[in-house]
Structure formats: structure tokens, C-alpha cells
């Protein structure tokens, strides 16, 4: 099981804004590990959106950003497209015995 | 750029050993952090370790430490997974990737197309 705990799901029409959470604990987010997103798109290999915790490679739309504070981060995408809908991964480092790197549960997320 | 060409898919035998391999074009692998990642059918992704030029050493999934090994072959510039015992909980499609690693964690990019392996009799 996972330590990063994401909704299963979200959903958004063309447009809106949608925000993904990826709760975490002290021995990973909680104690300072850099949280990484993904974006898998059906039948794709997963790319990193977001790398740090806010840092967004090059090639990646500025409509996607991240925030992290306390023991969880979140993922924003700011005008929802048709091409956004993908499963999305948290990621992060873990002190604790499961350790060390561990991706979050997955949000599909759907536009409507 | 670098780019990352995984093995063909592959059929495995259950209490057999799993075998993959992936190419690394564009790049040196004299560098980063070389690592397998796991995603069974519907599911999702599952670390299994990766693999330090520097030094050859290794971190693994404590889920998975005591049946894979991770090697690296600088002259092909490949690196390889191994993963014995093998059930029909392996069955997953596996990815390589690059690993971009500090104190706080590590991330990866870019990642391989996969290669789908089935363990069944």
C-alpha cells in the first residue's frame, strides 16, 4: 500500500481549474522530501510535470502548477483541456520502512 | 536528449527469473541514477530501485529487495533488472528511467516505452 494518498478521481469541464491532493506524513513530505508529479496519458509512459516540489521542466504547459505545504502537496491545472485527461502520480521520498521512493495512489482525472 | 529503449515483451515461467534489459542513446550512463519502476495491469506504479554509476550502489523497494538485483554494463551502455521467484503478481508492465537524485528525493525522467511481462505456465 501506498504511503501518498491521492483522490481517485476528479473531473472538470473545458476550462476550469481542477486540484489534485497528495497527502502524505512526517517521514516523507511532512519531513521535508521534494514531492515530483507525473502525468501518464492512455497507453503512454508517465512524463514529470513537476519536479521539487514547483518546478516545471521545460515542454511542460504553464497551466500546470504544484504547491506543497505540511505534510501534503497539491497539483493545480489552470484551463482544463481535452488533452489533460490522464492518470497523475505523486511522488516522494521515505524515511519510514517502506521506503525509499514512493509514488501516490493516482488521480484520473476526466474533462467533461 | 536522452532516450531509453527497454527490452521486448517477455512470457516468464512462475519460480523463474526475470531478465531486462535497457539501452540508454543520447547520453552517457557514466552519470544519474538508473531506475526500474512497475505498473501492473490497471494499477499503479510501483518503485523497484535503482542503480548509481558512481559506486554501483543500489536502493530497492524493501517489498522487492531480496529477489532483484540491479547491474549496470558501462561498455553497451545498458543497465539491467533481475527478478527471481517470479509469480503471477509480477505480471506488470516495467519501465526503465533516469534518476535525477539529491537529499530530498529523487525523480525521473525521462522514462522508457515499458516492456510488458506475463508470468504464466
Known amino acids: 500500500q501506498s504511503v501518498l494518498t491521492q483522490p481517485p478521481s476528479v473531473s472538470g469541464a473545458p476550462g476550469q481549474r481542477v486540484t489534485i491532493s497528495c497527502t502524505g506524513s512526517d517521514s516523507n513530505i511532512g519531513g521535508g522530501s521534494d514531492v515530483h508529479w507525473y502525468q501518464q496519458l492512455p497507453g503512454a509512459a508517465p512524463r514529470v510535470l513537476i519536479y521539487g516540489n514547483t518546478h516545471r521542466p521545460s515542454g511542460v504547459s504553464d497551466r500546470f502548477s504544484a504547491s506543497k505545504s505540511g505534510a501534503s502537496a497539491s497539483l493545480t491545472i489552470n484551463g482544463l483541456q481535452a488533452e489533460d485527461e490522464a492518470d497523475y502520480y505523486c511522488?516522494?521520498?521515505?524515511?519510514?520502512?517502506?521506503?525509499?521512493?514512493?509514488f501516490g495512489t493516482g488521480t484520473r482525472v476526466t474533462v467533461l | 536528449q536522452v532516450q531509453l529503449q527497454g527490452s521486448d515483451p517477455r512470457l516468464v515461467r512462475p519460480s523463474e527469473t526475470l531478465s531486462l534489459t535497457c539501452t540508454v542513446s543520447g547520453g552517457s550512463i557514466n552519470s544519474n541514477y538508473w531506475a526500474w519502476i512497475r505498473q501492473p495491469p490497471g494499477k499503479g506504479l510501483e518503485y523497484i530501485g535503482y542503480i548509481y554509476y558512481t559506486g554501483g550502489g543500489t536502493t530497492y523497494n524493501p517489498s522487492l529487495k531480496s529477489r532483484a538485483t540491479l547491474s549496470v554494463d558501462t561498455s553497451r551502455n545498458q543497465f539491467s533488472l533481475k527478478l527471481n521467484s517470479v509469480t503471477a503478481a509480477d505480471t506488470a508492465l516495467y519501465y526503465c528511467a533516469v534518476g535525477w537524485g539529491n537529499s530530498k528525493g529523487t525523480y525521473f525522467d525521462p522514462w522508457g516505452q515499458g516492456t510488458l511481462v506475463t508470468v504464466s505456465s
Open positions: 511522488q516522494a521520498y521515505d524515511r519510514g520502512p517502506s521506503g525509499p521512493e514512493f
